[in-house]
């Protein structure tokens, strides 16, 4: 103890191993020595858990089609610990309806000494009801005392009736339009700047783009610059690349710039989704951030 110093910590770093052990118990005892008194609780413990598997589930095939079929997917993954049994709790939610609208899923899933992984898929039910749009099933880990939840804790697969490409997309609403082109001009005659591309990658009414939501819109998130456009599940062949830049010259995309996130604000509307600068604003108070659509024909 330096003078005037009132208080010192005791570090306990155990050593990390993959060996099964009951709980430990760590004692540090105050011993008698010149220039000091004891306390009565000169003893104190702390204990030693054992180290856990750790499980994560991730979205493998995110969109599951009904016609013609093509099953979603998810990947529930476990690291860490491999060379015993987990039992994964799971839960199945979402606007779709287990049973209904896709085949049910298990409330669990046993991992065997050595698997990291294992894949559920997501199957559409022939009489599922997806006219009106897509539904998402959202599949959570449930807490359990005998594994370590690391994120994401919750992915997402999206159910849809159908995926169309821009090129039917456009001869659906547009059969006037001749000859496609990647960027085809906007239709005449209805009084908006929209871009055709636009509609169909951000899942617009394609006759009243103005009258629907889905373009992208800039928020300030809990201190994150974020932006918000919806993500159609029946939309092929697009990409959406969202980038952020501090002085408009470089722009910055992936996973160690941009996060995307899932929330419970779009239940309803699961096709909308947020992404998010992974500097916040008190990191840097000057960001901009945008989203580009990059079609491949």
């Known amino acids: 103890f330096a003078p005037g110093q009132e208080a010192a910590s005791l570090l306990v770093n155990p050593y990390v ?11 540090v005892t105050i011993l008698s020595g010149a220039g000091y008194l004891v306390a009565n609780a000169c003893t104190v413990t702390a ?10 589930v991730e979205a493998l095939e995110p969109v599951a089609v009904q016609n013609p079929l093509q099953p979603g997917a ?13 039992l994964v709790r799971l839960r199945a939610q979402g606007t779709a309806t287990s049973g209904v609208d896709y085949v049910a ?62 090129a039917a997309w456009t001869e659906r609403y547009f059969p006037e339009s001749a000859t496609f082109q990647a960027a085809p001009p ?27 939501s889905g373009l992208p819109v800039l928020t300030i998130r809990d201190g994150w610059f974020a932006v918000t456009f919806r993500e159609p599940a029946s939309v092929v062949g697009v990409k959406y690349l969202v980038e952020v ?36 604003m008190d990191e840097s108070s000057r960001q901009f951030i945008r989203v580009r659509v990059l079609y491949e024909q």
Do not use: H
């Open 17 to 27: 191993d993959t060996i099964s052990e009951w709980q430990e118990v760590v004692s």
């Open 105 to 166: 899923l298990p409330s669990y899933v046993n991992m065997l000494p050595n698997q990291t992984t294992c894949i559920l898929e997501v199957i559409p039910k022939a009489g599922a009801n997806l006219s009106a749009g897509s539904k998402s099933v959202d599949l959570v880990i449930q807490p359990d005392p005998y594994y370590t939840i690391l994120p994401p804790s919750l992915a997402r697969v999206l159910l849809v009736q159908e995926q169309v490409s821009f």
């Open 186 to 212: 906007m239709a005449a005659g209805e009084g908006s700047t929209t871009p055709s591309i636009w509609r169909y990658a951000f899942g617009l009414d394609p006759y009243q783009p103005g009258d629907s």
């Open 74 to 86: 998810f990947l529930v993954r476990r690291s860490a610990i491999l060379d015993r049994n987990v």
């Open 47 to 56: 204990t030693i858990d054992d180290l856990l598997p750790c499980v994560a």
């Open 245 to 280: 830049s501090e002085d408009l010259i470089t722009w910055r995309d992936g996973t160690d710039y941009v996060e995307r996130l899932l929330l419970p604000d779009y239940a309803d509307d699961p096709e909308k989704t947020l992404y998010r600068s992974k500097r916040s």
